[in-house]
C-alpha cells in the first residue's frame, strides 16, 4: 500500500513538473510567435545597405556591398514565369502545404540514409526561414527542428506572396549577390523584371549549389540543369514547348563563353574604381570592424572631382597603350635587326664547330610560338574547354600558360599610374592606379608603389640650395665631365642624358634641362644631409621609414636613386604651389550614416592637426617655394617639358603652353602658367613628370612591375609622361579662370640677367638674356662681363633697369593690397648726385615705363649704394 501510495506522489510530482515545463516552453513559444509581429516583417528589418561614395559634386561614383549586393524589388514587378520556375524548381506544393510537408522531409531522409539525390526535405518557407533565423552551415537535426519551427510561426503570420517576396529579396544566388534582382544583373546585365524563362531556370539551379552550377565556369552543368527545369515547367502547363526551347536557344546563342565567375564587387558600376578601392582601405582603418562597410548604409564624401577622373582614365588609357606599342615596335625592330645579321653567323659556327646549342633560330621559334599562342590559340582552348565542359583542359593547360605569360607580362608590359591634388586643400581630384582594375590587378601604384624618382627628385634639394644663398638661378655651373669620391675614396662618374655637355651653364638651365653634372655640383654645395632633410620633409617621410627608402647619402641621391610614392612627390610639388604651406593629400571628407549624421570627419582632424603645427607646417618659406616655382616654369616654357605642353607636337619650339592657353567670354586669350619636371630613370626604366598650376599638381609615372627592362630611348619623361601630364591638365583646366602663383609680398625679386654669364644685363648681350626670380640680397650685383660690362652705357642701362624692377614690383604690391594708383616721378629713379637733371620731367605712371625710357644718366661711381 505505501509503495503504491508513493508511487502515485512519485508519478503526480512528474506530471506536475512535465506541466511546468510545457507550460513554460508553451509560453516562450508563444510569446515568440507573438514577438514574430514586432520584427519578422522583412520590411522592418535592419536591411543591409551598400556604402555609396559621392564625389565632390555630390555624384555618386560607385557603392559598396561586397557579398551582400542586394537590391529591395516587389513580388508585383516580378515576371510571372521567374516565381513558376521556382516553384517548379524548389516547391511544387508550396501554396498548398502550411511550412513544411512530410512528404518531402521522409524523401530527405531516405536520400541521407541510401545516399541518393532525391530531392532537399526544406520547403521554401523553410528556407528561408533557415536563413533568417538559423545558421544554415549547421547540419544537425536540432538546426532542422528550429527552421521547422520559424517556418511555421511565418505562415501564420504571413501570406504566400509575401513569403515569395521574402525569399526573393533575401536568399543568396551566388556571385556575391543576394536578391533576385541583384543577381539577376549579375549573370545577365539587366533587372528582374526583364528575365526571361531560360535566365529564370538559371536562377533557380543556383539555389542548391551556385559554385557548382555557375554557368560562366561550368556552362554545360549549368545547360542541363536548365533544360530540366524548362521542361518541367512545360509539364507543369506553365510554358510551351516552343516557348521553353525558344528562351533556351536565346539564352545560349547570346551567352558569353570568356566571361568568369567574378565577384558581383567586381562587377559593380564604379565610375573610379582606383579612387574606390584606395577609399575602401582607408575606411578599413577608420571604421571597426570592415563589415559596417558594406553593410552599415554609410555615405562617404570625397574629393574625388568625375570630371577629373574621366580625363584621367581617358589619357592613362591611351598613354599606357600607346608605350606598349612603342616599346614592341622598339623591341620587335632590334629583336629582327639581330636575326637577320647573326642568324647565318650562329648557323654557320653551329656546324663548323658541332654547337647546336648556339643557334638563334630556336629562340627565335620560342618566341614566335609563345606570341601565337597568346594571341591565337589559347583563346580557343579556352572557350572550347567551356563549351565542351573540359575543365581540366582549362585548369591544366590553360591557368598554367597563363601564369607564365602573367609573370613574363610584368617584365615586357608597361604600367603606368596618375595622381592629382589640388594645391590648397591636398583633395586628391583622380586616380589611376594601373592599366586597368581587376581581381588579378589591385595595386594602386599611385600610393603604393615606390620607385625611384630620378630627375624629378631634384628640384627637392635645388629649393635647399635656393635656402642657403650659396647658389642662385643665375649661378653658373660647368657641365664638363667630372670624377666625384665617396666618402670611402671610390670615383663616382655621371652621365648625362645621351651623354651630351654643355660647358658653362645657370643654374636655371640645368633644371629647365635635367642636367646631371651640375645638379651634383649643387648638391655637393649644400651637403648630402642637408639635400635628404630637405627631400623627407618636402616627401613626408617618416623616419622610421628612410632605412627601407635608400636615403643614403652620397652622389647616387642627387639623382634620385631613392625609394618614393607617386603621391608623395605630388605631396612635394604642391608643397611648391602652395607657398611653401604643407600639403597633406586626403581621398575622404566627411562620413555620414544612413541618418544623414556626420560620424567621421578626416578632413577637420587633418585640419586641426595642421594648425596645432603652427609655424611648422610651413616646409619651405614662401619666398623659395615662389622662387622655385619660377625656375620649373622655366622647364614648362623653355625647357623638358615644353614638348608636353605644346598642342603642336611636330615642333617643340611652338607655343609652348598652349595647352593651357583658353578664350574668356569676351574672346581674350589667356594661358594659365604652369610649371613642373620630367625624370627618366637610370637605363630609361622609368618615365616621371611631375607637375603643378596654381590649381592643382599631377603626377605621372610609367614603366614595369618589375625592374630590368628599359623603357628605350624614345619612352622617356619628357615623350611620354610630359605629353599625357599636359593633355590631363589642357582638359580639367578648361573653365578655369586666370590664375598666377601667388607672390610673396617681400622678399623677391625678378632681375633680367645676360642668359650667358648670369651678369645684369647690358646693351651688348643683345637676345642673350633672361628674367629669374631671386630672392632678396641674391640677385646679381656685377654687370655681365661677357658682352662689354665695363662701358659706362652699359653701366647706367644696368642700373636703370634695376630701379625700375624694383619700382614695378613696389607698385604692384601697392596694387595687389588695393592702394590708390601711384605715379612715381621719373626723378625717383636717379641717383641723387644728379636729381638736378632733368626736375620738369613729368609724372608718369610706372606701368608705362618702355625700352625708350632708357635714358643715359648721370650716376655716381657706388653702384652697389643703388642697389642696396
Known sequence: MNKIRKLTITLLSLLFFSAIVIGVSLGAGIAATFNIKNYENFTEFTTALPTKLLDINGELITEFASDEKREIITLQQLPQ?????????????????????????????????????????????????????????????????????????????????????????RIYFGGGTYGVNAASKYYFGHDATQITPAEAAILVIQLSNPAFYNPFDHPNRAMNRQQDVLNSMVQSGYLTKAEADESFNNYWLNFDYTRTSTSAYFMRDDKAPWFSEYVRRELSNMIYGSEDIYTSGFTVNTTLNLSHQKAAQAVMEKYIARANRLYQESSSGRMSGSFSKYIPITELLSLTFNLPGIKVSEQRTETVSKSKYTNEINPIVDVMSLMFGLENVKVG?????????????????????????????????????GSKFDQENQFIRAVQAKLQPGSTFKPLYYSAAIDS?????????SDTPVVFYTADGKPYIPQNFKGEWMGNVQLWYALAHSMNVPSLKILDGIGFEVAIKRAVSLLGISKE??????????????????????????????????????????????????????????????????????????????????????????????GTLSWGMN????????????????????????????????????????????????????????????????????????????????DYFGEIHKGLPYKDFERPLTGV???????????????????????QWFLEGTQPTELCKYHGGNSSESRNLAIWRIKKERYQSGYKMLEKLDTTPLKLDLNLLKHPASADKNKSSKNKNINSFEEDDDESYQVGPDFNYLLN
Open 81 to 169: 514565369h521567374l516565381i513558376d520556375a521556382l516553384i517548379t524548381r524548389e516547391d511544387k506544393i508550396f501554396f498548398e502545404h502550411h511550412g513544411y510537408s512530410i512528404k518531402a522531409v521522409l524523401r530527405a531522409v531516405v536520400g541521407k540514409l541510401t545516399r541518393r539525390s532525391l530531392g532537399g526535405g526544406s520547403t521554401l518557407t523553410q528556407q528561408i526561414a533557415g536563413t533568417l533565423y538559423c545558421d544554415r552551415t549547421d547540419i544537425s537535426v536540432g538546426r532542422k527542428i528550429k527552421e521547422l519551427w520559424w517556418a511555421i510561426q511565418m505562415e501564420r503570420r504571413y501570406s504566400k506572396n509575401e513569403i515569395l517576396e521574402l525569399y526573393l529579396n
Open 749 to 771: 625679386i625678378e632681375v633680367e640677367v645676360c642668359s650667358d654669364s648670369g651678369g645684369l644685363v647690358t646693351p651688348e648681350c643683345g637676345n642673350h638674356k633672361t628674367k
Open 397 to 433: 593547360i590553360v591557368n598554367r600558360a597563363n601564369s607564365l605569360v602573367k609573370q613574363t607580362d610584368e617584365k615586357t608590359t608597361i604600367e603606368g599610374t596618375m595622381l592629382s591634388i589640388e594645391n590648397e586643400t591636398g583633395y586628391i581630384t583622380a586616380l589611376v592606379g
Open 469 to 477: 644663398k650659396k647658389f642662385t638661378p643665375a649661378t653658373e655651373i
Open 647 to 726: 598642342r603642336q607636337s611636330t615642333n617643340w619650339r611652338e607655343s609652348p603652353g598652349s595647352k593651357l592657353a583658353y578664350k574668356d567670354e569676351k574672346g581674350k586669350t589667356y594661358t594659365i602658367p604652369a610649371a613642373g619636371k620630367t625624370g627618366t630613370t637610370q637605363n630609361w626604366a622609368d618615365a616621371w613628370t611631375l607637375g603643378f598650376t596654381p590649381y592643382y599638381t599631377a603626377a605621372f609615372w610609367f614603366g614595369f612591375d618589375k625592374p630590368g627592362q628599359s623603357l628605350g630611348l624614345t619612352i622617356t619623361g619628357s615623350t611620354l609622361a610630359g605629353v599625357a601630364w599636359g
Open 545 to 638: 621609414e628612410l632605412p627601407s627608402r635608400a636615403f643614403v647619402p652620397g652622389y647616387p641621391i642627387g639623382l634620385g636613386v631613392c625609394s618614393v610614392r607617386p603621391i608623395e612627390m605630388a605631396r612635394a610639388f604642391a608643397i611648391f604651389a602652395n607657398g611653401g604651406k604643407e600639403v597633406i593629400p586626403m581621398a575622404i571628407r566627411t562620413v555620414e550614416d544612413r541618418n544623414g549624421n556626420v560620424v567621421l570627419n578626416p578632413e577637420r582632424e587633418i585640419r586641426e592637426s595642421q594648425k596645432a603645427k603652427g609655424e611648422a607646417a610651413q616646409i619651405i618659406t614662401p619666398q623659395t617655394a615662389y622662387t622655385m616655382t619660377k625656375l620649373l616654369e622655366n622647364t614648362v616654357q623653355s
